[in-house]
């Protein structure tokens, strides 16, 4: 009876893919013809110290003003992550499916602001998740924090990275700058951060600035039931 039930979610997934991509306009490749590796200079350990920073960052606030349980950590804990390996955790929906993929979306961001394409940009979703999974909780990393933290962060990460840039035009000044760079930054917080320490959140030039010649946003929102037991005690 279960592998029934598993083999018909998965068709009925299937089908209502099949039906949502009809209504999903196709795109010519014009848009997608200007990356970031053909604008800005590529610096991947730049990259790397904003996804530890990040790291570390998140776990100060969390070990010291929050003062999570989980955020006491030392080198047994992490020699008992190794040791234990990875477990599936039943965190709360809110943390486990938004939490972590918009997590994952900064680490993703980290790369794409430095210079990275989107293939280049993966593994810092992946790393920042390890790293974090491993290192900054005394739990045992979690497979589905994993899986979401990676391949969420990379959708996530792509979907703010292209909207921020809608905002973005250097050849604006005053108010009107300072307002777009705010909307940019409210989308993609690590390119704006990248933006202000070199000095282009500022900078006029007779161009827009942005990396794509244009960016199209096409906006879906499904509405169904969905049932969540949890039992307590």
């Not at 430095?114 to 045992?140: T, V």
């Amino acid at each position: 009876m279960k592998k029934f039930l598993l083999i018909l979610f998965i068709s009925a997934g299937c089908i209502v893919a099949g039906f949502g991509q009809t209504y999903i306009p196709q795109v010519s490749h014009r848009y997608y013809y200007n990356d970031t590796t053909k604008i800005l200079p590529r610096k991947p350990w730049v990259a790397v110290a904003e996804v530890f920073g990040l790291n570390m960052a998140v776990w100060t606030f969390d070990r010291y003003v929050m003062h999570e349980d989980w955020s006491y950590i030392n080198w047994k804990t992490i020699r008992h992550n190794f040791r234990k390996g990875p477990t599936w955790d039943t965190d709360q929906f809110m943390t486990n499916l938004f939490s972590h993929p918009y997590h994952g979306s900064l680490y993703f961001n980290a790369g794409r602001s430095n210079g990275l394409n989107f293939w280049q940009s993966m593994p810092f979703a992946a790393g920042g998740s390890l790293m974090w999974e491993f290192f900054m909780e005394n739990e045992p990393p979690s497979i589905n924090d994993m899986m979401a933290t990676t391949f969420g962060g990379i959708a996530l990460g792509e979907i703010t990275y292209r909207l921020s840039d809608i905002f973005i035009d250097d050849r604006t000044t005053g108010a009107e700058r300072i307002g777009r760079e705010i909307l940019a930054g409210i989308f993609s917080p690590v390119r704006a951060f990248n933006r202000v320490i070199t000095g282009r959140a500022w900078k006029w030039q007779p161009i827009k600035g942005r990396v794509f010649e244009s960016t199209p946003v096409n906006f879906i929102i499904s509405v169904g039931p969905r049932f969540l037991a949890e039992i307590d005690d």
